[in-house]
């Protein structure tokens, strides 16, 4: 599914090497089938099949998925436990072959505020793909991202008070350094789907210079093809980075 698209990418030439995408639009999805909020949810793991599909086949090398935030465990307790259940059920599916097809993955967030259950799945599926080298896939789970930014500006000033570090040596890299994406490059893609023009308190560093692609597309709907139509608008785009074009 898709080659026409994936045929077209690779004439274009540069891929990003980084997606994040914000997959938001599972309640409305399940509400318009007149169904539970949980069943979209369930739905939506085969869109982060098709996507993690979709970025082996393109050759993106990092995929940051944002799967639950720091602000969602304001839902209501049933719909939380839903999606804890849903990130033991897809890491109980897919480590095998995530695993098998070099895929990396590691969890983005405060982990001890997840179901005991879910926090062993998630050290489970990091042990076992941790030398996967083809994609790293990050799933950002109670996450935020001002919560990342103040933890690493804590961290700094503890360094100084503790004299390991002088005021003068925080740099913009000393920050990136102490962010839970320290290893990864920064998004060049950012996909939101559901028609939301928000960033919800995700990435708010790291996508300085990203390109934004909003699709009305809800996230269970979301298919390989509709990455593929991202990244080739992204490949239409002029980065410029605050320079003129040459
Ligand atoms: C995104 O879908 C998944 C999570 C935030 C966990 P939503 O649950 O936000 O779906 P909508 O926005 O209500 O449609
Ligand atoms: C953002 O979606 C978080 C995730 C996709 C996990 P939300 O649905 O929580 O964001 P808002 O509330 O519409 O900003
Ligand atoms: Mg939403």
Redesign the pocket.
Known sequence: MGGDLLQRIRVHGAVPQHVAVIM????RWAKGRSLPRPLGHHAGMKSVREVVAGCLDAGVEVLTLFAFSQENWQRPASEIEALMALLEEYIASESAELSERGVRVRVLGDRDRLTEGARAAVGRVEAQTADGRALALNLCISYSSRGEITRAARQLAEEVAAGRLRPEEIDEDAIARRLLTAEWPDPDLLIRT?G?MRISNFLLWQLAYAELYVTPVLWPDFTRRDLFEAILEFQRRDRRFGRVTA
């Open positions: 938001d639009g599972n309640g559901s939301e």
